[in-house]
């Protein structure tokens, strides 16, 4: 293949799955209404409170990611592989262990909030169920079943949300008030859209042993892969305080815009690999590398521009914690940038069922990332921690890449397959 068939058929990617009809608009559509949400909640928190209140939303907020994303690796991504639209009933019988899970973290992050003192936390762990319920919900929905009825559950969140940080921004309640309303109204669309899908919520484990230990493997590489960016931001909240998280948060929020593209394409890559799962490696190589950069395509621009955020709008997102957050910019967008190219290596390795390499190679950069993160962050400030998730991105992807290509080079020497003309 020459380099200019390559980039057209990047090109011919990029315009199927993401600027043609189909579930990628309404991906789009609805990480751009959660994203809105999330946005306004920060922009209220940052506009409410210190630097340090900001961190302890930041890090609160970081948890709930850490368990929502532990719940994708452990029952989500499996269910998405090998679920059929027709039947339901795996989707609907494995919910039981996504309550399973956000009930367990969540009783942990509400009891060390109240020995703490952190009311953020105090108030996301009772949410936690309900919140990681939606998470399963929406990437079902996205990937496999009706993505239009996730809109319009994600539609009465965002309203929920958009209604009450109106409220904080003029200072009628208070910036964990307008928390405690966000946390609550995900969590009652995540139980009544769970419960109108009719699945199974009593917590349990209904699995048998190969697919428990294909959850914990999956599972024990989040927390050492992927999951270390989360336990870093706790490490780093304990080791250098929570104004320097506070500061990473606020740069991440006017990084929205790029979280909106990842978010809304990491529900599909899954799917879309799953496509071409029965053809020979070298293809699934090819797509994998097409659709690698038609993401790099959309994030690349904004990862140039956001670093050039006039002060005006910075300082209306983020009020006085704006001078934190932009120095950290350049760094972060250089993050993003490779988190694609992480993100679809990675989703490969999910396909080929590769939990033994997945495990391995987490193993090996999870230390790396908390190490660097926190020590970068210790020596350093914010701006040390910044950079040092940039490097610890590029190495991730490298890693990750040339895990992949070696993966599949390998089942291409065991088993060859004729490719089609």
């Keep these: 293949m020459t380099a200019g068939s390559g980039w057209r058929a990047t090109l011919r990617t990029l315009r199927r799955q993401v600027l043609s009809g189909g579930r990628a608009p309404v991906a789009v559509a609805v990480t751009a209404t959660s994203s809105l949400g999330n946005l306004l909640l920060s922009v209220t928190v940052a506009h409410g409170g210190s630097l340090s209140e900001l961190g302890r939303y930041a890090l609160a907020f970081s948890l709930y990611v850490l368990v929502s994303g532990l719940a994708r690796a452990m029952v989500t991504e499996s269910v998405l592989a090998e679920t059929d639209r027709r039947d339901p009933t795996p989707f609907r019988r494995s919910a039981r262990r996504v309550c399973l899970l956000g009930a367990g973290a969540g009783a942990l992050v509400g009891t060390v909030g109240l020995l703490a003192g952190n009311h953020y936390l105090t108030v996301v762990g009772p949410a936690l169920p309900g919140l990681v319920l939606y998470d399963y919900l929406k990437a079902y929905g996205l990937g496999v079943a009706d993505p239009r009825r996730i809109l319009r559950y994600e539609l009465v969140w965002t309203v929920a949300s958009a209604v009450a940080a109106g409220l904080g921004l003029a200072g009628r309640i208070s910036a964990l008030t307008v928390f405690v309303v966000w946390a609550g109204a995900g969590a009652a669309v995540g139980w009544v859209g769970a419960a109108r899908r009719r699945c199974a919520l009593l917590p349990g484990w209904p699995v048998g042993r190969t697919e428990t230990r294909n959850a914990l493997a999956f599972g024990l590489h989040f927390?050492?892969?992927?999951?270390?960016?989360?336990?870093?931001?706790?490490?780093?909240?304990?080791?250098?305080?929570?104004?320097?998280?506070?500061?990473?948060?606020?740069?991440?929020?006017?990084?929205?815009?790029?979280?909106?593209?990842?978010?809304?394409?990491?529900a599909l890559l899954i799917p879309y690999l799953a496509r071409s799962r029965d053809a020979g490696p070298r293809v699934r190589l090819r797509s994998a590398a097409r659709i690698t950069g038609a993401i790099g395509l959309l994030v690349g621009p904004l990862a140039l521009l956001l670093p050039a955020l006039p002060d005006p709008v910075g300082r209306a997102l983020l009020g006085a914690n704006w001078a934190h957050a932009r120095p950290l910019l350049p760094a972060l967008a250089v993050e993003s940038v490779f988190m694609v190219a992480a993100m679809v290596a990675f989703a490969g390795h999910r396909i080929e069922r590769a939990g033994a390499r997945t495990l391995l190679l987490g193993a090996v950069l999870g230390p790396v990332r908390v190490g660097a993160i926190v020590g970068a962050g210790h020596l350093f400030g914010a701006a040390g921690a910044a950079w040092a998730m940039a490097g610890v991105a590029c190495c991730a992807a490298t890693g990750w890449w040339w895990s992949y290509r070696s993966l599949l080079r390998t089942r291409d020497r065991a088993e060859p397959v004729l490719e089609p003309v």
Excluded: R, Y
């Design 223 to 266: 927390l050492v892969g992927s999951g270390t960016a989360q336990l870093a931001t706790a490490a780093l909240a304990t080791v250098a305080g929570t104004a320097v998280v506070g500061a990473l948060g606020g740069a991440k929020t006017a990084l929205g815009p790029i979280t909106l593209l990842l978010g809304a394409t990491s």
